[in-house]
């Protein structure tokens, strides 16, 4: 069965400190996976997908299949990162599964 | 363009009631879907289309019906309202699978409090 792992659900840090969000899945194939983010009163919108293997706003995420593991890091957090993390991947003919998030507080 | 539309934003029904949340998109995306959030446990897929004329069921179906007679439509229909169907719903889209695996369009949700 695919799953998706958030561990969790609230994460505190201060303004300027390093940020790991975790996720560990569970997915039949080799699936793409993705981080997408909902900040306060806005729309779920993609972060990054690993394929791309690019930055945005500062968050990178790198893909360990030995772990099936695609953690979200960004080395110094900013008040406007504050918001709602999901992490899903994405294989084969069905649709996406979402964790079930992490809410990012960054304490000024 | 205005992306994906859902309507209403907010609405109160009292159990039992029936509704339909509306879904609109115009970027000529083939697939469209439909989550539900509930606090704490992420998004759930209730129904999914890969194109007019084709549904198929999600995680979490019962209680809802849907219907795809054109692309850019995707109404989500609530027979008997039940309490366990309050939730923020959201409509999604995405151009293929295939193509943009994974990149969803979202709405801005429907808040639904069953009472």
């Known amino acids: 069965a695919q799953r998706v792992t958030q561990p969790e659900k609230l994460l505190s840090v201060f303004k300027g400190a390093p940020v790991e969000l975790k996720c560990n899945y569970s997915y039949s194939g080799s699936p793409e996976l993705f981080w997408y983010v909902q900040y306060s009163r806005q729309r779920l919108q993609l972060l990054l997908r690993?394929?791309s293997r690019e930055s945005i706003k500062g968050f990178t995420a790198d893909l360990n299949k030995g772990e099936t593991s695609f953690h979200l890091k960004k080395p110094f957090a900013q008040e406007e990162d504050s918001a709602m993390y999901y992490c899903a991947p994405a294989g084969g003919n069905t649709p996406l599964v979402f964790g079930k998030g992490t809410r990012l507080s960054v304490i000024a | 363009n205005a992306g994906v539309t859902q309507t209403p934003k907010f609405r109160i029904l009292k159990i039992g009631q029936s509704m339909t949340l509306q879904c609109a998109q115009d970027m000529n995306h083939n697939y469209m879907y439909w989550y539900r959030q509930d606090p704490g446990m992420g998004l759930k897929l209730i129904y999914y289309?890969?194109?007019?004329?084709?549904?198929d069921k999600g995680e979490v179906p019962n209680g809802y019906n849907v219907s795809r007679s054109t692309t850019e439509d995707f109404p989500l229909r609530l027979e008997l309202a039940a309490p366990s169907q309050t939730s923020v719903y959201f409509c999604?889209?995405?151009?293929?699978?295939?193509?943009?695996?994974?990149?969803?369009?979202f709405g801005s949700g429907t808040q639904l409090s069953v009472l």
């Open positions: 289309s890969v194109g007019a004329g084709i549904t």
């Open positions: 999604a889209s995405s151009y293929t699978r295939e193509a943009g695996v994974g990149k969803l369009f």
């Open positions: 690993h394929i």
